[in-house]
């Protein structure tokens, strides 16, 4: 579990999913133990926000209208 003593920065979930009710349930359950949550809900807007923020994290919906694959967590967090 995250602590903010363990850590100078918050924790950077990105969640994409293009139903609106799953993101907001995550976010409700994230935000309050001290996590960043960016939502996305398009695989092109997750591609985007990975591309422009530093992530530790993402949740996918494989249901995305835009497509996704085994490779969309690869290129939305490259490995460390």
Known sequence: MHTK???ARR????IA????W???TLES???PKGYA???TYTRAQALQ???SKPLDAVIIDEQLTDGTDTN???TCVPAR
């Not at 924790?11 to 990105?14: D, K, Y």
């Not at 999913?17 to 609106?20: A, D, F, R, V």
Request: proline fraction near 0%.
């Open 5 to 7: 003593a363990a850590s």
């Open 11 to 14: 924790v950077v979930v990105l």
């Open 17 to 20: 999913s293009m139903q609106e």
């Open 22 to 24: 799953t993101s907001r």
């Open 29 to 31: 359950i994230l935000v």
């Open 37 to 39: 949550v960016i939502k």
């Open 49 to 51: 926000q990975a591309q």
């Open 72 to 74: 969309s967590v690869r």
